[in-house]
């Protein structure tokens, strides 16, 4: 797979706005901008996963890097690049050449005529990552670089600062360990050595965290430096840790990542191997090689609550966990898109297990690995995941002997009712659900106690997964009594598609309320492969979506024409769930968007060249914001500016699945 790379010709701008993102399969991660600088309390050189995927902890934020020539130990030349309150300092970014992204970070430096290069990986299934210095002073130069690890050994969620806990070190010739209360990290260099003296940086300030209303100042704790003496070309490596580990062969755990990766592709047992190559397939477009590396990063290790190893999906980096809702969504992109057919029959197994009252977890519990079941649409969403997996992988065997009983035990769970007043109105045989506390859908920002969106009553893509659901499992006769009522409940006009929400029964005049807000809910009654809608219906739907809600980077939440529009997602968190799905622009009903517009225009040559044209800007934004992903969200207005979670696996999903469609 070619590399990302930029030429960044020591410039601070736009680089520090883009961001990069290694993973370790476990639900931890290295992180931050493309200069080094760390903008967000999440940006860190080693996010450790205890509890994989969960428990994270930030153990290196940081490291220090100091240059000093010919034994002028006075003049220190500093490449590293850090944001305080009164501003930058040091100014590293001036000797930035190139930045490179691959299994590998890279960075390219020349200071002073002295080449560095430094190079990042984190190992694959551990929570170690290597930090790699290679120096070249020149014929005849000498050169001594120290290297200043920062720590801040706290949840990644919190901030340290220096009065908040007692930090001690252990130190040894080249190597140093940390203790900060409970949690403890150690870092070791292959050469060079390490000379002790304990310190203390304060006020870090993290411009992101500041424009979401966080608290954006850190400090941040250095035991001492690393120091490489060369003569000549030489190279040291850091390697970092929870606990003492090692020693670390650079080449051999590439090429252990490497290998493992690759055999997740391999087909399982009664799986029929498909017509086409493998997306990571050297001959594979570079979209579609850039798109399988970046769904890898969602898909990692979780012992399942029944005490096996197994996969599951991080909704989202730097601090999203795994939930069912984006599980499910995200499913057919991330795994079956990309042959990984063993790991999506271990997913779906374990959701399959823990169905209850008809309901899938939509999160198992980072402690207790508890179920817990809070959403209406998840268990929908297995079911058309699991037929799916059906279609595209042919096992029948495993279909029929654990997904098809968790479905009808879904479907039986909606008509009987199940918690948070989730039923089947007998009247109509429409699914309704909650009340104005609860916010069971996908649109579920709360705050304070305020749900935002809370959508109770009879929601259209509820009843539209719904729909699709009976006529999977052959329920035809309640599925054509549901696609008529559908229609009578939902739809509006030619020139305002459907509503959004209604309540009540169905009575002589219609029903009690009718939410027409104008959101891409609707979409999902075109996309998904059985719609309750006529032809007609569809093609006024889809092009209501378009004209009303379309932008180059997803579908906004809201028109722009509603009084409850907000085209600005910042500040405060309860400022700033107001506009998640108020007009905040979500990338992954694009995929539902592309999917509805392909069906209506029966797939022409013509609607195929209109789609891959949408769908260009998302996969272009992977060369900016964070290189070789693609965001949670964007703002509504222009110029649709990228906030809220820089890398998101249905964002990514959902583009590999249509990109793959598309053929790009």
Request: aromatic share 10%.
């Amino acid at each position: 797979m070619a590399p990302f790379s930029i030429d960044t010709n020591g410039q601070l701008q736009p680089h520090l706005l883009q961001e990069w993102l290694l993973t370790n399969g476990l639900g931890g991660y290295a992180f931050s901008t493309v200069v080094g600088c760390n903008t967000r309390r999440y940006h860190g050189l080693l996010c450790a996963a205890t509890l994989p995927p969960v428990g994270r902890v930030m153990a290196l934020n940081r490291i220090g890097e100091i240059l000093t020539v010919d034994g002028d130990d006075d003049r220190l030349l500093e490449f590293s690049v850090n944001q305080f309150r009164e501003g930058f300092h040091p100014h590293g970014w001036t000797y930035l050449r190139r930045f490179t992204l691959d299994d590998v970070a890279r960075w390219e430096y020349e200071v002073e005529g002295v080449k560095i290069v430094k190079e990042v990986q984190i190992l694959w299934l551990q929570n170690v990552v290597g930090i790699r210095y290679t120096i070249d002073p020149g014929k005849g130069r000498r050169a001594k670089l120290s290297l200043l690890p920062f720590m801040g050994l706290r949840d990644f969620h919190a901030e340290r600062h220096g009065s908040d806990a007692r930090f001690d070190q252990w130190a040894g010739e080249r190597e140093v360990r940390v203790a900060a209360g409970q949690l403890s990290a150690a870092v070791r260099a292959d050469t060079g050595v390490f000379e002790p003296k304990p310190d203390w940086w304060h006020s870090h300030f993290y411009a992101i965290e500041s424009d979401r209303g966080q608290d954006d100042t850190e400090d941040l704790f250095t035991p001492g430096r690393f120091v490489l003496d060369a003569k000549g070309p030489a190279s040291i490596t850091l390697w970092a840790a929870m606990e003492p580990a090692g020693p670390f062969d650079w080449d051999a755990e590439l090429k252990r990542r490497r290998e493992a990766v690759a055999a997740a592709y391999s087909l399982p047992e009664n799986v029929q191997p498909p017509s086409r190559a493998p997306l990571a397939a050297p001959d594979a477009s570079p979209t579609l090689q850039r798109l399988t590396r970046a769904a890898n990063d969602f898909i990692v290790y979780r012992k399942s609550p029944d005490g096996t190893d197994g996969s599951t999906v991080i909704a989202g980096y730097p601090w999203f966990a795994d939930w069912g809702r984006d599980t499910m969504i995200a499913l057919p992109g991330l795994f079956l898109t990309t042959r990984r057919f063993a790991q999506a029959r271990q997913v779906l197994g374990v959701f399959a297990k823990y169905v209850s009252e008809g309901m899938i977890p939509n999160v198992f519990d980072d402690y207790s690995n508890e179920p817990h079941y809070n959403t209406v649409d998840a268990s929908l969403w297995f079911i058309h995941a699991a037929f799916e997996y059906l279609r595209q992988s042919k096992d029948a065997h495993t279909f029929e002997e654990t997904f098809l009983p968790a479905c009808r035990a879904i479907l039986d769970g909606y008509r009987s009712g199940t918690r948070f007043h989730i039923a089947m109105d007998e009247a109509d045989g429409l699914i309704t659900q909650g009340d104005q506390q609860t916010q069971l859908t996908w649109m579920d920002a709360k705050c304070n106690g305020v749900a935002f969106t809370p959508r109770q009553g009879k929601a259209v893509e509820i009843n539209a997964l719904w729909y699709h659901a009976l006529r999977l499992m052959s329920e035809n006769v309640l599925a054509d009594k549901v696609a008529e009522s559908f229609r009578k409940a939902f739809w509006i006009s030619p020139f305002r598609g459907l509503a959004d929400v209604v309540e009540g029964p169905p009575g002589p005049s219609g029903y009690g309320r009718r939410d027409l807000s104008l959101r891409p809910n609707q979409i999902f009654a075109v996309s998904l492969p059985n719609s309750p809608l006529l032809p007609e219906q569809q093609s006024a739907v889809v092009e209501v979506v378009r004209r009303e809600l379309l932008t180059p980077m997803g579908l906004r939440t809201l028109a722009k024409s509603d009084p409850k529009y907000q085209g600005r997602y910042s500040g405060p968190q309860f400022q700033r769930d107001g506009a998640y799905h108020n007009g905040t622009v979500w990338a992954w009903p694009l995929g539902a968007f592309l999917e509805g517009y392909l069906r209506v225009n029966a797939r022409s040559p013509k609607a195929i060249a209109q789609a891959r044209e949408w769908l260009t800007p998302l996969i272009r934004q992977m060369d900016y914001n964070c290189i070789g992903q693609i965001a949670e969200i964007y703002e509504g207005d222009p110029p649709h500016r990228m906030v809220g979670c820089p890398a998101q696996a249905w964002s990514v999903a959902e583009v590999l699945r249509l990109a793959v469609e598309l053929g790009m």
